[in-house]
């Protein structure tokens, strides 16, 4: 199993965003790709068109024996995806009172899943440190951090390097990881000018290029559809694809 970690310093990047259409554009080199929804917020499974009113998920009280098998979701899209599940307060401190208390426990329950080596999965992530994050970083050989093109982004590079150096220092299994920029719009000079601090302030782990600022994400999400599938001639499916050759090409994700 390969886990890929998206995760960011800052909140409304486009984790949950890429992570999606990510997995869709992996599905299609001929991986077999599971999702898992590490956020609270529980939007991932938006746009797999899980039915709004469903609560299943990993953090959900119902699921048997918290085995994570029984939250699984196949989706249309040649993935499959485990959600964070609908969780109130009290569940939510139950849940994660269980995840603080075992340092290992993500690796636990992706272990229950039995995927094998070539297996790819990805996972999404809350903003800024978090529990969650402290698990994934842990099991990830690779992360993805999205930046969007402003200055609140900038500045948050080093939080996120030092927390990224902190989690994974010494693991023989970490691959590495590289800075994504999402939500470019290359007619705006800060957007273009951030574009360029960024890749020579981060040099070869900066992706040379962006996924742009597309309407097609908004309107792909508010039809619970990846944007391949949307508008699958759209800029923000060509750069998905971009980035999907991109990883492959760095780091070898699917055999
Ligand atoms: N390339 C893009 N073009 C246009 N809209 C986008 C793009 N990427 C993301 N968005 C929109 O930006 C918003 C935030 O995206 P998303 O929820 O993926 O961010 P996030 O980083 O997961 O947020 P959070 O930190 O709250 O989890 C959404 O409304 C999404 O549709
Ligand atoms: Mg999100």
Request: aromatic residues 16%.
């Given at each position: 199993m390969r886990v890929v970690a998206v995760i960011s310093p800052k909140g409304g990047v486009g984790k949950t965003t890429v992570t999606a259409n990510l997995a869709v554009s992996l599905a299609r080199l001929g991986a077999r790709i599971t999702v898992v929804d590490l956020d609270p917020q529980n939007a991932l499974r938006l746009h797999f068109g899980m039915a709004h009113d469903d609560p299943t998920g990993i953090g959900s009280r119902d699921l048997l024996n918290g085995q994570w098998q029984y939250a699984l979701h196949e989706s249309s899209y040649g993935v499959d995806f485990l959600p964070y599940g609908t969780v109130d307060e009290r569940q939510r401190e139950i849940f994660e009172h269980r995840i603080k208390s075992n340092p290992d426990w993500l690796l636990t329950h992706l272990n229950t899943l039995r995927l094998d080596d070539t297996d790819v999965v990805l996972i999404d992530t809350p903003p800024g440190p978090s529990m969650y994050l402290q698990q994934v970083l842990k099991v990830a050989n690779i992360a993805v951090v999205v930046l969007k093109p402003d200055a609140a982004s900038y500045s948050t590079v080093p939080s996120i390097e030092s927390l990224i150096q902190h989690y994974t220092?010494?693991?023989?299994?970490?691959l590495g990881y590289c800075y994504l920029l999402n939500q470019m719009d290359a007619s705006k000079q800060l957007c273009r000018d951030v574009f360029g601090m960024l890749r020579s302030n981060l040099g070869v782990k900066f992706v040379p290029f962006a996924i742009h600022r597309d309407e097609a994400v908004s309107e792909a999400l508010a039809c619970q559809t990846p944007v391949s599938y949307y508008a699958q001639h759209s800029s923000a499916t060509q750069d998905v694809q971009y980035f999907t050759t991109w990883l492959q090409r760095n780091f070898g994700l699917v055999d």
């Open positions: 220092e010494g693991r023989k299994d970490f």
